[in-house]
Structures are given as structure tokens and as C-alpha cells.
């Protein structure tokens, strides 16, 4: 595939690391361990403009099933913005989700740009950072993540994800530097959070609590270990009790994106969205 000059083919393994690292220089503050998980979705889904030998674009659209997709990791070097490599490597992700709803979390400066390639506007995701307090001692029904059966799990999740991703979970509960909580209540399982170590701090995500008592006491619990530290969180601002939890524990807003979609609002339970899994796989 190529425009002009501009050849846009797949991502090698050891590419990846290229479009994390360029992430980190943009201020996204990715995940340590970001990279391998984020393959682990769907190692075809990833992409890059290269220019005589050189990449000078990246982005991901990641297949999650026959009707979902989300492209997110979308990154042009800056010396060659505004040159239509952004575009043409746009073209080629939307082409390899075929005609599944594709979503993704928009700069919002851009949403007109967005809007005239398909995408519409649905709610805001917004990140907040706060400091990390000495957490107490677990609450009773707060345990590992692993006493949870995996299919549970995944049954609980896709109630607030638009697919199913078994394989991104198993990678992204178990990553190094991670802490996996969940909430189990009368032998059902209620809610799950999962914080993972970053360039700068750490990021809670996802965050789904049946209620927001259950998910305040899943975002204490997983402060546990790194009083002192920064913490972020990326809220979907379609839930107000999230945001009711973000003005309750002083969080600072740092930036937001838009969440858009292709063809209509996935149906999910919004209200137990507390923390999305991340601004680049949806």
C-alpha cells in the first residue's frame, strides 16, 4: 500500500517500541509494558508510514471480532505533519477494519477532521491525576484478580467493552508491574480494576464497578504500594457518579479526547465505567 512517496505496510515486532517511545515524547505517558501488550490484541492491526527507508508515521487499528474495531496510537513525526502521510496512513487502517464499527478517542481539536472521515462524536474521555494515599487494609470482598475464573472475568467485561478480548486481558491482568484487583461479593464478581506501572506514575484502567461505592473502594485499593505517586485515570465523562469520584478525591484534569465511533454508540453499561482501559485500544 502507498501514496506519493509514502509506503504504509505493517508493523514489525520491533516497531513497537517505536510508537510507544513516540507516544511518551507526545505526553501520553504509555505504559511501561504497553507495547507487548497492545500487540498481543492483534499483531496485523499495526502500522507504518515509511518514507526512503524511514518511519515517519504510526498507528494502530486493532480487530477486535467481526463487528468492532478501534484505532487509537495514531502518531505523525512532527517535521512531516501536514504532508497527507497521516491521512494515507489513516486510509489503510480504516481499510484493514473493513465495515465493522470502528472507534477511537480523537484529539479534540480535531474532531471536524474526524467527522469527515466517517467518525462521529458520542461523549468526552477525559484524564485526571491525582496522588496516590496510604491505602488501608483490603476489604473483604477486594482480591487478586487470579481468584477470579477467567471466563467470569471476560463475561464482565464485555457487559463494558464493545467485544469480547479474552487474549488482551490474560496479557494485560498479568503484565510485569501491574496490580489486578477485583471485587467479589456473594460469589459474583462486582467489579475489577487494573494499575499499571508508566514512564511517569501509574494509570488505573480499566476501572468497572457495579456501583460507585464498589468502584471508590476498588480506586483506594489500588493505591496500595505507591503512596506518594502519581496516579492516573481516564474517565468517560457519559458517567457522572465517575466524575462525582474524580471532584471527590481532588483530581486534576490533564487533557481529553473525544469518543467517537463509526456507526452508532456501542450499547454497554456506561454506568459501570469508572476508568476506560486506555486512550489507545478503546
Known amino acids: 500500500m502507498s501514496s506519493d512517496a509514502i509506503l504504509i505496510r505493517r508493523m514489525r515486532p520491533d516497531e ?12 501520553w505517558n504509555p505504559g ?40 487509537g496510537l495514531y502518531i505523525v513525526s512532527p517535521e512531516h505533519r501536514g504532508k497527507g502521510y497521516g491521512l494515507a496512513l489513516t486510509k489503510a487502517r480504516l481499510e484493514y477494519c473493513g465495515d465493522r464499527n470502528v472507534g477511537i ?22 484524564r485526571y491525576q491525582f496522588t496516590a494515599g496510604e491505602a488501608p487494609g483490603r476489604h473483604r470482598h477486594v482480591c487478586s484478580i487470579d481468584e477470579v475464573d477467567a471466563d467470569i472475568l471476560n463475561q464482565y467485561d464485555r457487559q463494558c467493552f464493545p467485544a469480547a478480548r479474552k487474549a488482551f486481558l490474560d496479557v494485560w491482568i498479568h503484565q510485569n508491574d501491574a496490580l489486578s484487583l477485583a471485587w467479589v461479593e456473594d460469589g459474583k464478581l462486582k467489579g475489577y480494576m487494573v494499575r499499571r506501572r508508566c514512564h511517569d506514575g501509574h494509570k488505573i484502567g480499566p476501572l468497572f464497578a457495579d456501583d460507585p461505592s464498589i468502584g471508590e473502594h476498588l480506586l483506594v485499593a489500588g493505591q496500595e504500594g505507591v503512596s506518594g ?3 492516573f485515570i481516564d474517565i468517560p465523562e457519559i458517567n457522572d457518579a465517575a ?25 454497554l453499561e456506561y454506568d459501570r465505567v469508572f476508568g476506560i482501559t486506555t486512550f489507545e485500544l478503546g
Not at 513497537?16 to 515524547?25: F, K, L, M, P, T
Not at 501488550?37 to 471480532?65: R, W
Request: aromatic letters at 14%; proline letters at 2%.
Open 229 to 231: 505517586q502519581a496516579l
Open 105 to 126: 478517542d480523537g484529539v479534540l481539536e480535531n474532531v471536524d477532521i474526524y467527522a469527515r472521515i466517517g467518525y462521529e462524536k458520542y461523549y468526552q474521555n477525559a
Open 32 to 71: 511501561l509494558h504497553d507495547g507487548i501488550c497492545f500487540y498481543q490484541c492483534d499483531p496485523h492491526g499495526f502500522f507504518v508510514g515509511e518514507l526512503d527507508g524511514v518511519v515517519v508515521a504510526v498507528g494502530s487499528a486493532v480487530v477486535y471480532d467481526d463487528e468492532f474495531a478501534f484505532c
Open 243 to 267: 466524575l462525582d469520584l474524580a471532584r471527590q478525591y481532588d483530581m486534576k484534569l490533564i487533557f481529553a479526547t473525544a469518543r467517537m465511533y463509526q456507526k452508532g454508540l456501542p450499547d
Open 16 to 27: 513497537v517500541s517505536i510508537a510507544v517511545e513516540w507516544a511518551r515524547q507526545e505526553g
